[in-house]
């Protein structure tokens, strides 16, 4: 992957992430969930904003090699 667009994605992806964790500590603090409900949350959250970008990338290259 280039690296401006790695960064490109990382931008993006960071506000959603962060909104996560906070809705998580929330949670949390009004005592809606565990701590390891918000850890599974946080821990979630982290690993589908790394899968993401790989995932849609493999998908849009198997979809353009149909367009052509």
Not at 17 to 25: E, G, V
Not at 37 to 60: M, R, S
């Amino acid at each position: 992957f280039a690296p401006r667009a790695c960064l490109q994605a990382g931008v993006l992806l960071s506000s959603r992430l962060s909104q996560i964790i906070a809705a998580a500590a929330i949670g949390l603090e009004k005592g809606f969930i565990t701590p390891l409900i918000k850890d599974d949350i946080v821990l979630l959250a982290i690993v589908t904003c790394l899968l993401g970008p790989i995932g849609f990338k493999l998908l849009t290259r198997a979809g353009s090699d149909h367009m052509e």
